[in-house]
């Protein structure tokens, strides 16, 4: 059962990554063998035979499986690590193109440029929650406040842009939530100021009823939030995130108040006027 549910998972993930339904099953059927005929490979795949001849084709346009012009004719699938590797390297050149393709299309909207004051949005799942995380870092020029509601909020993606945003010369404050990531993060980015938070608005224990986590806050250059949350910390898919922008915008003044306040008040008092 275990040998089924991988197989079936490395077709569906070789799919995912651009291979036809037949040319995936070829290939893992072949991936089993030391080298195998099209009759072996349909046998193993359940993929007709002609049909196989034409996935072995593509395959071998890829550089994923090598051919001996034996009578019948052999075929082998190159190492596990070099299909990877050719799979990966296809995979960063469609997506830089389509990088290229988005960034030349023309805006069909008005020219006009509109001042922000109260844009909010909202995101969900955890992949676009985090890889927003990292752009907002990236974009911080002078002050930086972030709060870990959990270990797992902070990936080493985070904890670069953290680094790179304090090379830059940008205030970096970190809240996390406990002593491991706090020695582990003072470690990996010195310039910062790490601290364990223990602010008692971001527990949920103090809300009866309330099960809602804080996965992560956001506040960068007092004029830009994000701010995560979830029920179900082990489900990344869950998360869900408000984004806002404008130092005029409600939701930020509210948020950047209550980090403010709680987070460089005790250290600056002048810093809680913001």
């Known amino acids: ?19 036809k339904e037949y040319e995936a099953k070829s290939f893992v059927a072949l991936s089993r063998l030391p080298q195998g005929t099209a009759k072996e490979i349909s046998d193993i795949s359940e ?17 994923l499986v090598e051919i001996h012009h034996s009578n019948p004719k052999q075929f082998r699938t190159v190492s596990i690590d070099e299909a990877v590797n050719i799979l990966k390297s296809e995979y960063v050149t469609r997506i830089e193109s389509l990088r290229e393709s988005l960034t030349d299309l023309e805006p069909a909207g008005t020219d006009e440029e509109t001042e922000i004051t109260h844009e909010v949005w909202a995101l969900s799942g955890g992949a676009a929650i985090e890889a927003r995380t990292e752009q907002l ?5 002078g002050e930086l406040i972030m709060v870990a509601g959990n270990n797992r909020m902070l990936t080493d993606g985070l904890i670069g842009a953290l680094q790179a945003a304090t090379n830059r010369g940008v205030t970096v404050v970190v ?23 223990e602010l008692p608005w971001l527990d949920s224990s103090s ?19 994000l701010a995560s949350s979830t029920h179900d910390p082990d489900v990344p898919e869950h998360e869900k995130a408000v984004f806002g922008r ?11 108040r209550l980090m403010v306040t709680g987070l460089l008040s005790e250290d600056d008092p002048g810093e809680a006027a913001a």
Not at 185 to 194: E, T
Not at 210 to 221: G, K, Y
Request: aromatic letters at 4%.
């Open 1 to 19: 059962m275990e040998n089924l549910a991988n197989q079936e998972q490395s077709i569906e993930l070789l799919q995912q990554l651009g291979l």
């Open 47 to 63: 993929v007709p035979r002609t049909r196989v001849y034409d996935s072995i084709r593509v395959l071998e346009q890829k550089g």
């Open 137 to 141: 870092i990236n974009e911080a020029e």
């Open 175 to 197: 809240g996390v939530a406990d002593d491991s990531l706090r020695d582990t993060l003072i470690d990996a980015v010195p310039q910062a100021r790490v601290f364990i938070s």
């Open 207 to 225: 809300l009866q009823g309330d099960e809602t986590e804080i996965n992560r806050l956001l506040l960068i250059d007092r004029s830009t939030i």
């Open 246 to 256: 404008g130092f005029n915008n409600g939701l930020v003044t509210i948020v950047r």
